[in-house]
């Protein structure tokens, strides 16, 4: 048995977070820190490491050498692997805790929060300055989309000697990371801290530029040696049922989106305002959580999230065994802030009143179960049908792929079955993060942009 146990008091007090868009965790003392890092066993072979962290983390490393004040050591081993640990360390789920091997039978070590004070710490004393190539190779690449992939194939490629411009959308730099994951979660200083950095490498930012659009990827191609796609999947997944077209029925990102452009100075009004509304989110998942916090804070009435699926279980099910990354319950701290959450409940149809919507249909379902524990059809439970009172819809239910909005349609690139877009090495146009995978996490988002970094290395360098 451990002798020191898992800090669980991580956030600052709800009354006091549901005033504000800081950060929702608070700052752990030094002391509470370190006493975390001497929880890491520095296993003979570490899971954490090999297999739960997508970019190879050498966490029981970072944490030995951080347990005993040793910084530079700490951030010199963290960023062989990782070129940005300042976002992971704040919105990483921990897919390396699911693999720590303390957690087989007691709670894992407390990875994110002992990477976030090595980063953090390395900044503070001066260690985090600029990356320069040694030597520029004369080739040149375009990079669009500068959320998570994009930023970090454009560190990459920049470190190995490539010319890298970034071409972005929207107003500002950053992708999801800041448009879409709250302030509450990441601090937007962090994004800029970040930018300016890579800016001071050399890199170009070329933002309220959508390619296909505003520029051709034709010229683009001609500009550069190589181009990559890191454009995520910005399509949300719809719920087409009757009553659809009433007022008040939003996609999450809409809502979300419009709280981060108000709070960075963008917007002088929400867009949609959640303040005085009784909100039903729809969708169990991250996305439908931020919108739960979002909606607190902005003064919402009641806030409900409702979920087709079943309640995963509190502890790890045979189906996902140690060390992959399990399906269980998962309270944010969104939920720890108040509202109800249901599961098994289906929509049928959006109730109007003067063309506004006031509530929702829904009936309960039970769910049949396969082999391995997993649910795999859902019935109908009869009788079951009422109407949830709302008069402020938020769609959560995840994204179905990439953009039609001339990029792709101009390249005239293959897609998956499940929409995922492909490269087409032979033009040197290369694909990564979510669209090329399917929306997913900002850890696997940049592991993914690790390995276009070493083909484009391979076929150009
Ligand atoms: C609300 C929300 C909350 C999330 N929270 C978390 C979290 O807490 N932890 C976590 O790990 N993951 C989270 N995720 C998932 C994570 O944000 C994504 O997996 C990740 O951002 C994907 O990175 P990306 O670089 O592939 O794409 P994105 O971050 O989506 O960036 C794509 C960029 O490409 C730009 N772009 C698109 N088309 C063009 C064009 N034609 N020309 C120029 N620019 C273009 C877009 O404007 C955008 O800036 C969240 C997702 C959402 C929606």
Known sequence: MLQIQRLHDIYRPVDERRQDYREVERTLSPEEVRRQMQRCHNCGIPF???SGCPLGNAVPDVNAAAATDDWTTAYRILSQTSFF????????????EAACC?????????????EKRVIEMAFERGLVQPVLPYVRNGKTIGVIGSGPSGLFVAEGLNRAGFTVTVYEANHRPGGLLRYGIPDF???KAVVDRRIALMEQEGIRFETDTRVGKDISA?????RHDAMVLAIGTTAPRDLQIPGRELHGIHFALEFLQGQNRVNNGELATLPVNAKGKDVLVIGGGDTGSDCMGTAFRQGAASVRQVEIMPRPPEARPASTPWPSWPWILRTSSSHLEGGAREWNVASDRFVGSDGAVCGVEVHQVQWEYGADGRPTKP??????GRVIRTDLVLLAMGFTGVAHDGLVE???LKQTPRTALMGDASRHVYVTGDCANG???VVRAMADAKRVVQNIIHDLG
């Not at 303390?102 to 002992?114: D, G, I, K, L, P």
């Not at 019935?379 to 079951?384: H, M, N, P, R, T």
């Open 185 to 187: 979660k990441l601090d």
């Open 379 to 384: 019935v109908v439970v009869e009788g079951s």
């Open 439 to 441: 929306a997913t996490l």
């Open 410 to 412: 101009e390249l005239q």
């Open 48 to 50: 954490c490491h090999g």
């Open 102 to 114: 303390c957690s087989v039978t007691e709670e894992a070590v407390m990875v994110r929060q002992c």
């Open 85 to 96: 640990p300042e976002f992971t360390c704040r919105v990483c789920p921990a897919l390396c």
């Open 218 to 222: 034709a010229y683009l191609l001609r």
